[in-house]
């Protein structure tokens, strides 16, 4: 399997330490709002690299952070531990407490994730009705439940000496790592312009670039609503803590593959490299890999603060199915930032329409795989997720003369990797009762006059009576609970 290794600043053959095993660390999600289309990416993308590991017969071992505490970094890039801590805000907001926002977003990132088809870190499929409370049996780590392993984790930087304490905090000293800034080449000046401010808030601070492992509850902080014991006082952990601290509680010491969106590397992973050499004395991780981003007409980043992203609920409302998102995202490479528009994501839904179409036309008998295409999908995949060659054998196979039972073997095959629920496409339509029907209809009426609530409190009625509308881009679909 070969991918681009950020390090290596190139495409590099993958040697897992373990024969046949890879080990994945993936950056999760930030729980304190909705996740948007930018947000999204990251976990397609990486979701269609674990089914290909899977598909191509490796175990996987995978773990997904969700961070739910000390996500400190203010609104720009520069990763400023000063900023203002949105869990806390957006619970004040809401007049609950923190960890309320964070299962209600937990709970909201597993129905975008069930929605596309994206895998549990540990391979499964989410199941229907799990909800924030088994998200850690489906191998996502909750920062939270992980604050002993972070305390255990500073204490071992400190002692070797990587650490100074102040009033405010304990802060990680990026002058004692040699190779700090390896992701970037960029010099420590070049980082003081972001984080000027900074200084301010922290006269005893050395450097800008330094950064908090332990924040402590006084100054600005004074009032912080989520605290834990730690050796250097009442406080909350950095943000890049978590990442070493359960990266190495699960995966060990030395791991495989983290993976990350671009954004994440000047910062978050190039301070989370410094605590793993400064916590273990080498690097833990031996390839990061990281995806681009999603981008508007203007090349602009699609991205919550900038407010011109939209929610996957926003995009079925628009009469997309969540199908339609999931192969936009899929049929670019990581490595290539994506426009985004409606007119992309409605060119997405053709070509998809396009295939389920001729899937259907297959009938439903299995025959057997079509080795020679198994054979060129493998090696499509195993060259750093060559996805526009993907998708060109698929739809050559679907065009190929070939008996149609094997082509639909073979088409049934491929999507284990491509998620694209393909194998929906000829189900029997199911029994509904007469009264969900005409709940049903109902329901269609109301939409059809833009009255979403009612649409919503009808959802719920035939919900009750066991059955999940789904509305896609041919309209109501029915599930049985
Ligand atoms: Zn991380």
Same mark, same amino acid.
């Given at each position: 399997m070969k991918l681009y290794s950020t390090l290596d600043r190139k495409i590099v053959e993958i040697e897992p330490l373990k024969e046949g095993q890879i080990s994945i660390y993936s950056c999760g999600p930030t729980v304190y709002y909705r996740m948007q289309i930018g947000n999204i990416r990251a976990y397609v993308n990486w979701d269609v690299f674990h089914r290909s590991l899977l598909y191509l017969g490796y175990g996987v071992k995978r773990i997904m952070n969700i961070t739910d505490v000390g996500h400190m970094t203010s609104l720009d890039d520069f990763g400023s531990d000063f900023g203002e801590d949105r869990m806390d805000k957006q619970a004040e907001r809401e007049g609950v407490q923190p960890i309320d926002i964070a299962n209600k977003?937990?709970?909201? /990132?597993?129905? $975008?994730?069930?929605?596309? &088809?994206?895998?549990?870190?540990?391979g499964q499929v989410i199941p229907k009705d799990l909800t924030h409370?088994?998200?850690?049996?489906?191998?996502?780590?909750?920062?939270?439940?992980?604050?002993?392993?972070?305390?255990?984790v500073i204490k071992k930087i400190e002692a070797n000496g990587y650490t100074y304490e102040t009033e405010q905090a304990l802060y990680f000293d990026v002058t004692k790592i040699s190779e700090y800034s390896i992701f970037t080449g960029q010099n420590l000046d070049e980082k003081e312009v972001g984080v000027r401010e900074? /200084?301010?808030? $922290?006269?005893?601070?050395? &450097?800008?670039?330094?950064f908090v492992l332990w924040m402590k509850k006084t100054g600005k902080y004074e009032n912080h609503l989520?605290?834990?014991?730690?050796?250097?006082g009442v406080g909350f952990p950095g943000w890049h803590i978590e990442c070493t601290a359960m990266?190495?509680?699960k995966l060990g010491e030395r791991f495989d593959i983290h993976t990350g969106g671009v954004d994440h590397i000047p910062v978050h992973h190039t301070n989370e490299r410094a605590q793993n050499i400064g916590a273990f004395g080498h690097p833990v991780v031996k390839y990061w890999v990281h995806n681009e981003w999603l981008v508007n007409k203007d090349d602009g980043k699609l991205s919550k603060s900038s407010g011109n992203a939209p929610y996957l609920p926003t995009l079925i409302e628009l009469g997309f199915d969540a199908m339609d998102v999931r192969y936009l995202l899929l049929s670019i490479n990581y490595r290539t930032r994506i426009q985004f528009s409606v007119e992309s994501l409605e060119g997405s839904r053709n070509a998809r329409l396009a295939i389920t179409r001729k899937v259907k036309e297959l009938g439903k008998e299995k025959g057997n795989l079509i080795q020679e295409y198994v054979e060129r999908f493998k090696k499509a995949l195993e060259d750093n997720l060559n996805m526009s060659e993907v998708l060109s054998i698929l739809n050559e196979l679907l065009k190929s003369d070939n008996p149609k039972e094997d082509i639909l073997a073979t088409v049934l095959d491929f999507d284990r990797v491509l998620g694209l629920d393909l194998d929906k496409v000829n189900e029997d339509p199911i029994e509904i009762p007469s009264q969900v029907k005409e709940l049903l209809d109902l329901r269609q009426k109301v939409r059809n006059e833009r009255n979403f609530e009612e649409s919503d409190n009808l959802r719920d009625e035939i919900s009750k009576l066991g059955y999940i509308v789904k509305d896609t881009s041919e309209g109501q679909q029915i599930e049985k609970l």
């Open positions: 977003y937990i709970d909201t /990132v597993l129905d $975008d994730f069930r929605a596309l &088809n994206i895998l549990a870190p540990n409370e088994g998200v850690e049996e489906l191998g996502f780590t909750r920062a939270t439940e992980y604050v002993e392993e972070m305390i255990e900074e /200084v301010e808030v $922290d006269m005893d601070k050395k &450097n800008p670039a330094d989520m605290n834990w014991e730690s050796p250097w990266g190495t509680a």
